[in-house]
C-alpha cells in the first residue's frame, strides 16, 4: 500500500490510499480508501508507516525559539554601507560613537523615525531588528545618540571634503538648490517665518541648500535661517568649493533665482567660477524686443545659440518646448476665464437694483482680490468709478506674452569647446535631481518633524539625513535593473532637450 497525491485541477489535490496487485500478469492499482479530509500531519506519518520510515523528528519539542529578529533588509542597507566605506568615512578609527552613528543612518533609510525610536529600535530589549545587534550598540539609548549626533557635527567638514574628493574633480559641474522644512517648537534660533518652499505655511522653517554632483550625488549640505533669500546662501558654498574642497575650475548650476546678475557680478565671477543659469521671463523678452532673439529661429529647429550686449562673455541657450508651450497657453486661458467668472459677479452688485455696491475704494477693493489671487492684472483694462466697475480683456498683452509661450534661454559662461549647447540644456535640467532630492528629504526619509531645540543638533539632524540619502543613492541605482528607472540615460536624456 502506498500514499497518491492526485492532481484536481484549481482544486487541491486528491489523497488517496492504493494498493497494488497483480492480475493477468498485469500490475494494477486500486483504491482502497480516500484521505483528503486527513490532517497533513497525519497523512505523512500513515505515509512513512508504509515506506518502513521512522516517524518523523517533532521539531517544535526539539527547538524552543525565543526571539526572532527581522534581518533581511538590515543586512541589504548594512551591506551597501559597508561596501561603500560609510564607517571609514564617518572615522577612519573604530569606534562606538561612530557605531552609533552608523546605526542612526541605517535605521533612518530602514523606517524613518525620531531618536528616541531608533534608541528603542536598537536596545536589546526592545529591538526591532538585529540593527543593535549587529554594530554591538543594543544598549544604547537616546543620550547616546544625540551625543553622537554632536560628535559627528564636528567631523561635518572632513566628511564632506571626502565626499567631495571622491566624486568631483576640476572642471567639474555642481548643482545648487534651496528648499525649507517646517520646524517645530519656538526656541531653536534657526526657526523663523520665511517663504514655504516645502508647502507648509504660517509654521517656522529651517532653509537648507545642498550641493550634488549631476547625478544627483549629495556631497554637501549647509542649514540657514528659516528667512534667508535663497541667492544669500550662495556664499557659503562657494567658500565651500574654493577653499575646502580645493577645486579651482568648478561650474555652478543653479535656477534663475539662486543665480541672479547681482550674485553671478559679486560673489560667482570674482570667485572664478563658472555657471550655468536661466534667464526670468522679462529679460527673454527684452532680448526678444531688441532682436537678438528672433522667434522665426524656432521654425524649423527646438534649440538656438545667441549673444547679446547686455551678457557680455556669456552664451545665450535659447530653447522652444511644444509641449510646455501648449501647457502655459492651456494654464493662462484657465486663470483668465477663472478671473472673469469672479469679476464678472463684481460688475452686477454696482449695478444691481437693492443696495448697489457704492464707493470706489469698496469696488477696488474686491477687485484686487481677485486679480491678485490669480496673478492676471496684467492682462486686463480696468475702470472703476464710485458707481460702475468694467473689465476687458487686454488682447494686446495676452498675444504679447502667448507669442513667448515655451520659450526659455540658459546663459552660461563655459565656452563652445568645453560644453556645447545640448549638453548646457541638459546639465541644468539635472537640477531635477536636487529638486528629487529635497522631496525625498521632506517625505521618503522624513525630515519632518524637527523636533530639536538647539541649532546644531539641528544641523546634525539634517546632515545625517543627507548621508543616509548618500546611502539609499547608491541603493536604488544598484537596484536599477528591477526598477522602473531610464536604462539608456544618454538617450533618454536627449529626448527631453526638445
Known amino acids: 500500500m502506498y500514499v497518491a497525491r492526485v492532481p484536481n485541477r484549481g482544486s487541491p489535490p486528491a489523497i488517496l490510499l492504493r494498493e497494488s496487485y497483480r492480475e493477468g500478469g498485469k500490475v494494477k492499482n486500486r483504491t482502497l480508501a480516500n484521505l483528503s479530509r486527513w490532517p497533513e500531519p497525519k497523512v505523512e506519518a500513515l505515509s512513512r508507516v508504509l515506506k518502513r520510515l521512522p516517524p518523523a523528528p517533532d521539531l517544535a519539542a526539539a527547538f524552543e525559539i525565543t526571539r526572532s529578529l527581522p534581518h533581511g533588509h538590515v543586512a541589504a542597507v548594512l551591506g551597501t554601507a559597508r561596501g561603500l566605506g560609510m564607517a571609514e568615512l564617518i572615522d577612519p578609527v573604530p569606534s562606538r560613537r561612530r557605531d552609533l552613528v552608523l546605526a542612526m543612518l541605517i535605521g533612518q533609510v530602514i523606517a524613518p523615525s525620531s531618536k528616541l525610536a531608533i534608541a528603542r529600535g536598537l536596545r536589546a530589549e526592545t529591538a526591532t531588528s538585529s540593527l543593535g545587534e549587529l554594530l554591538g550598540v543594543s544598549c544604547c539609548d537616546e543620550d547616546d545618540l544625540y551625543e553622537a549626533m554632536d560628535w559627528v557635527l564636528d567631523r561635518k567638514d572632513t566628511i564632506e571634503t571626502a565626499l567631495a574628493a571622491k566624486h568631483l574633480v576640476n572642471r567639474t559641474l555642481v548643482l545648487y538648490d534651496v528648499s525649507s522644512a517646517a520646524f517645530e517648537g519656538r526656541t531653536c534660533p534657526l526657526g523663523a517665518i520665511g517663504h514655504p518652499r516645502d508647502g507648509v505655511k504660517g509654521r517656522r522653517q529651517i532653509v537648507y541648500g545642498l550641493l550634488c ?71 527673454i523678452k527684452a532680448l526678444v524686443d531688441e532682436g537678438a532673439l528672433q522667434l522665426s529661429l524656432f521654425d524649423e529647429q527646438d534649440l538656438a545659440e545667441i549673444t547679446s550686449p547686455e551678457f557680455l562673455g556669456e552664451r545665450l541657450v535659447c530653447c522652444h518646448n511644444p509641449v510646455l508651450a501648449e501647457q502655459r497657453t492651456r494654464k493662462r486661458q484657465d486663470l483668465l476665464a477663472a478671473t472673469e467668472k469672479e469679476l464678472t459677479p463684481i460688475a452686477a452688485a454696482t449695478s444691481r437694483a437693492r443696495r448697489p455696491l457704492r464707493g470706489k475704494d469698496k469696488i477696488a477693493l474686491r477687485v484686487g482680490k481677485v486679480l491678485n489671487h490669480y496673478h492676471m492684472a496684467k492682462h486686463f483694462t480696468i475702470e472703476i468709478t464710485d458707481e460702475s466697475f468694467t473689465f476687458t480683456r487686454n488682447t494686446e498683452a495676452i498675444t504679447a506674452e502667448a507669442a513667448l509661450d515655451g520659450i526659455y534661454a540658459l546663459r552660461t559662461s563655459l565656452p563652445a569647446d568645453t560644453l556645447g549647447h545640448d549638453d548646457v540644456v541638459l546639465r541644468y535640467k539635472g537640477l531635477e535631481d536636487v529638486e528629487r532630492f529635497f522631496r525625498t528629504l521632506n517625505t521618503e526619509l522624513d525630515v519632518r518633524p524637527i523636533r530639536h531645540r538647539l541649532a546644531d543638533r539641528v544641523r546634525a539632524h539634517m546632515f545625517l539625513r543627507m548621508l543616509s540619502y548618500y546611502i539609499s543613492w547608491h541603493m536604488k541605482q544598484a537596484l536599477a535593473p528591477i526598477l522602473f528607472v531610464d536604462n539608456n540615460k544618454p538617450a533618454a536624456a536627449a529626448k527631453r532637450v526638445n
Do not use: H
Not at 546662501?233 to 580645493?246: D, H, V
Not at 541672479?260 to 526670468?280: C, F, G, K, M, Y
Open 213 to 283: 554632483t549631476t547625478a544627483g550625488i549629495p556631497i554637501a549640505i549647509e542649514v540657514f535661517d528659516g528667512n534667508i533669500a535663497d541667492p544669500k546662501t550662495l556664499t557659503a558654498q562657494i567658500e565651500k568649493l574654493k577653499n575646502r574642497f580645493g577645486l579651482s575650475r568648478v561650474c555652478l548650476v543653479g535656477d534663475r533665482g539662486m543665480l541672479t546678475n547681482a550674485r553671478i557680478r559679486d560673489e560667482v565671477r570674482p570667485a572664478q567660477l563658472d555657471w550655468i543659469s536661466a534667464l526670468r521671463a522679462p529679460q
